[in-house]
């Protein structure tokens, strides 16, 4: 069974933080490049943050560079996206996916690829 699960999701207030989780079962993440993606309502997924397996290689999108900060502990199976300085225009379903494609970090944030996806965990931010 493959699983992959975002947790750290919730409300909070503009300027606030959160800090998100990928925690994956059933398989092991050291190859794999993860990414986070979100997606807002009426809008598509997008890129927000991708590491590669061994973490030597990160990306971030524009919007959210300063931010936020990825980070990997392969020993725990499990990718952290910390969020700082919350912004109203980061709300958004929040997905972490993995990809044992050879690719580079930029085009997995920038073309949304993943071979494994997790069900998504829900950030608001309040104006």
């Known amino acids: 069974q493959l699983q992959l699960v975002e947790s750290g999701g919730g409300l909070v207030q503009p300027g606030g933080s959160l800090r998100l989780s990928c925690a994956a079962s059933g398989f092991t993440l050291d190859y794999y490049a993860v990414g986070w993606f979100r997606q807002a309502p009426g809008k598509e997924r997008e890129g927000v943050s991708c590491?590669?397996?061994?973490?030597?290689?990160?990306h971030y999108a524009d919007s959210v560079k300063g931010r936020f900060t990825i980070s990997r502990d392969n020993a725990k199976n499990t990718v952290t996206l910390q969020m700082n300085s919350l912004k109203p225009e980061d709300t958004a379903i929040y997905y972490c996916?993995?990809?044992?494609?050879?690719?580079?970090?930029?085009?997995?944030?920038?073309?949304?690829?993943?071979?494994?996806w997790g069900q998504g965990t829900q950030v608001t931010v309040s104006s």
């Open positions: 590491i590669s397996g061994t973490g030597g290689a990160i």
């Open positions: 996916a993995a990809a044992s494609f050879l690719t580079t970090v930029q085009k997995m944030c920038g073309s949304v690829l993943g071979d494994y």
